[in-house]
């Protein structure tokens, strides 16, 4: 379709047209041109956009903007500023190509959406567009008792929820201000490192199917359901089990758990060496993965990326050894770091945590002291079920504890965790009644999934799912 | 809690003195510098060797005014609450800055920890609060024709039925 049959209509024009064009008109067509395909581009966006939080054309984008999003803020030395025309001069809005990528995809991992701008195969911008899985948990927890809280951020990051209870009851065990009997403090450890090895055998699995190892993806499911089913014979459910509370935690371990738990270790361990004749020898998945998505330990620091994406630039930053919480100052493990920050180092780092978890839980499956589960403060938990027949008061606590929680100090605390994602915060505001002021979560993955346009700025787009996957996000944590 | 000792507050002492603290508390150090110094004093923070913003969030004070606060410092409606951390010292300083409901605006710190990015787009989406300078202040969770800021005191539970985009409204 011609421009002038629409604007103009005329015959005689037609003719005109063909012959001759006077420079002054072919400019006027090519504004009308432009004006109509951003109304065409205006009304195509209105069908199917969120507005202003997608990757918008460059034309339409603030040079701020622009400078974030191809992530030319980081390369600068500090202060420094680039003339933001000198970004990607050469690229135009129509050698480019923006297309979405998700939220319904099966290699983004839940409901996380990419805008991709395309020049061919190759991806120069990126932006990660979130909020499908916003539920409002932040604010919900306002509205839940301290009792009942851990079950609120259980489900935020759902492949290792055993870690969103420790951190949200470590928050408010701070604001209370009671010490844990140690066999509680020990249970948590073995439950939290369970819960990694568990969340890092889910990970080797998915990224395994997203780079066409479908084997991986069975055999790292089998293992996981084998942590699972230790979680569910401790604590009665698989996910979102509630076990680790404010005060300690829910039961103590069932009889023969050590029987179990070596079990565990020994097949898992086993197999972790077969993973690395399925992956880390083969070279299909080599290639796909070495010197893809690299990111330097300055980079990664000033994207606060933490977890595994921090340590495989190098960085040997793991809470559980730089800031010890629990009992971790008391057992011996090592921080695994990687070199280049790129796939495969990431791939390596959780391969060889699993390990580390491992040789972790076999010395605390060793050193499980004896005694009490919780804290035996009848404002904090409960009695114990038969006390209830026996005595009026122990009815009164379960019934307080229950219905209204226990009241915390007025206060605010940060409390952080190393969660296999990365640094696991909780920033609790207490007034001094019994339910949190205001509870907010640190997401790792919210916070890593910054990381992505950086990662995947000049690679191909084949390599999108790769890099995706090493990221390893939890929608669920992400939009919270 | 094993990792409840506190640490020596000596890079944090030794950054903008006059600035105001709460001692003792808990783990980590506390400032609370006025809006105009926030900026230059997380700048101030980053050069001493503080080199990641680990998380940065808003809270609203509607409903408790009277938390405990250093003397010099005003309560007001909305708080922005930053967590530096220190890799090098093994050492956090959290640093609340005090933001008036009649002009919810604060600098934006992405020039100084680029990792910011996302988290001033939370607080704003989740409390309102505008971080000038900001090159991206769009709605990150909630959908963008969203009216509110579901994280405030005054934004009532269940008040606003969910509605989702572009779906035909109720009967």
Known sequence: MSEHDHHDGGDERDDQDAVELSPERFAELEAEVAERHEVEERQLVAETSEGAQELAPRRTTSPGGLRQEVGAVLRLPEGGYVDPSDIDIEERDDQTMIINMGPQHPSTHGVLRLMLELDGETVLRTKPVIGYLHTGMEKQGEELTYVQGATNVTRMDYLSPLNNELVFSLATEALIGIELPPRAVWIRMLMSELSRVASHLMWMATNGMDLGSTSMMIYGFREREMVLSFFEKTTGLRMNTNFIRPGGVAADLPDGWEDDVDILCETILARSFEYDELLTGQPIFRERTEAVGSLSAEEALALSATGPILRSTGVPWDLRRTMPYLAYDTIEFDVIVGTYGDNFDRYSVRLNEIRESIRIIRQIVEMMPPGDYRVQDRKVTPPPRARIDESMEALIHHFKIFTEGFRVPEGEVYVAIESPRGELGCYIVSDGTSKPYRMHIRAPSFVNLQTLPLLLRGGLMADAVAVISSVDPVMGEVDR | ?171
């Open chain 2, 1 to 171: 809690m094993s990792d409840a000792a506190p640490t020596a507050p000596v890079a944090a002492a030794s950054i903008l003195p006059e600035v105001p603290r709460l001692p003792n508390h808990l783990v980590d150090q506390l400032a609370f510098p006025r809006r105009e110094t926030y900026k230059a004093m997380v700048a101030a923070f980053r050069d001493a060797g503080f080199e990641m913003c680990a998380d940065l969030c808003a809270v609203d004070y509607l409903t408790h005014p009277g938390r405990a606060l250093p003397e010099g410092v005003a309560p007001e409606r909305f708080e922005v609450v930053v967590n530096l951390l220190s890799l090098s010292m093994r050492q956090r300083v959290r640093i609340r800055v005090q933001v008036p409901e009649s002009e919810p605006e604060v600098d934006s710190i992405v020039d100084v920890y680029p990792g910011v990015d996302a988290m001033e787009r939370e607080a704003y989406d989740l409390i309102g609060i505008v971080f000038t300078g900001h090159p991206d202040m769009t709605r990150i969770l909630m959908p963008e024709d969203w009216e509110g800021h579901p994280l405030r005191k005054d934004y009532g539970v269940g008040r606003v039925p969910v509605q989702f985009k572009e779906a035909p409204g109720p009967r």
